[in-house]
């Protein structure tokens, strides 16, 4: 953008699911190209990463940002695509950004209400993704949506981590990979307070498991082949459920359950034979808000086994925005001042 360039202006609006952000972009960014989300995805990083820095980091928005680029589909019955964005750069699939797109989609008439049929269709980089909305009126309460194949790719694994010694870990895939580590084993509370501790902890184990794991998803997609981030476990306690937290992109620390991540949770549980397929059961997160999680189905991935889960929560809309980014701005293209 030069100097001389009239502003842009980018409206979206603003949500959360379980607590954690998504700005969903409704207009002033350019659709990017490409017949599948994978294709997209990758245009996407290649032409239109200094917006996406514009609208996640600092002064727009923060390290802990996350965004929705809804697309046209990519698929003859897809209702919309998308396109996940965070502090970091472009995720391959987002469990809250599902459910706080399909409620304020269908609230704000992103997604056409009456579409023939009772679901909504997504087209992500990962694959296909079904929501069914819970309605009252035209009010969404919940939404439970149907991942993509889920799958346990390495169970008792480990690794040295600097700090930290030995860390023990299961690898599993829920639309991204994820290193699932046992809080408890490494004296880790998983309380809002230790914040800074998890973060830490979390990026240290990803760097050490990346260095050391070869990260392949079977059908052979390589934007697939990377390591999203880590999931800290806590297990359950009394009457309160399993919790987990994860710590994922630059440092970024999710507030929800997040949905990709008690994927491959409800994937680990029933490779482990803890929770029998079709049984529900509930997650909660840093700051105590739940989703649910199931393994609907079981399934294969190449020649693993795998599950299709589904997950439930619930978004709320929190306001409506417009972002200028002025070519005389210095800070247009933002800044992030914690990594």
Do not use: K
Request: contains cysteine.
């Amino acid at each position: 953008m030069a100097a001389e360039d009239p502003p842009r202006t980018i409206r979206t609006i603003e949500a959360h699911t379980a607590g954690e952000p998504l700005r969903i972009v409704v207009d002033g960014f350019p659709t990017p190209r490409g017949d599948t989300m994978l294709e997209r995805r990758h245009d996407a990083r290649a032409r239109l990463d200094g917006l996406r820095r514009a609208l996640m980091w600092e002064p727009r928005g923060h390290a802990d940002m996350y965004g929705a680029l809804p697309t046209p589909p990519a698929t003859p019955d897809g209702d919309l695509g998308v396109l996940f964005l965070h502090n970091e750069g472009w995720s391959t699939m987002c469990g809250h950004g599902i459910v706080a797109l399909v409620t304020a989609g269908l609230q704000e008439g992103l997604i056409p209400a009456d579409r023939g049929h009772p679901e909504v269709r997504l087209d992500t980089p990962a694959g296909r993704v079904t929501a069914w909305p819970e309605l009252d009126g035209t009010r969404v309460r919940s939404v439970t949506f149907r991942n993509v194949p889920s799958f346990a790719l390495a169970l008792d694994a480990s690794v040295d981590v600097p700090g930290l010694g030995r860390v023990g870990y299961d690898l599993a895939f829920g639309g991204a990979f994820y290193a699932y580590v046992d809080a408890d084993a490494l004296g880790l509370e998983l309380e809002p307070a230790a914040t800074a501790r998890l973060i830490e902890a979390g990026v240290a184990i990803r760097r050490a498991v990346e260095s050391s794991a070869e990260i392949r998803h079977p059908t052979g997609a390589d934007d697939l082949n990377f390591l999203y981030g880590t999931i800290l476990v806590r297990a359950a306690r009394g009457d309160a459920p399993s919790r987990n937290v994860c710590v994922f992109a630059d440092g970024e620390v999710d507030r929800s359950p997040t949905g990709t991540g008690v994927s491959g949770r409800a994937a680990l549980a029933v490779a482990r034979g803890t929770l029998a397929p079709g049984e529900w059961t509930t997650i909660e997160s840093l700051i105590g808000t739940r989703f649910d999680v199931r393994a609907a189905e079981t399934t294969r991935v190449g020649e693993l086994d795998a599950v299709v889960p589904e997950v439930r929560g619930t978004a709320f809309v929190t306001g409506r925005a417009e972002h200028v980014l002025d070519p005389a701005d210095p800070l247009r293209d933002g800044f992030l001042l914690r990594r």
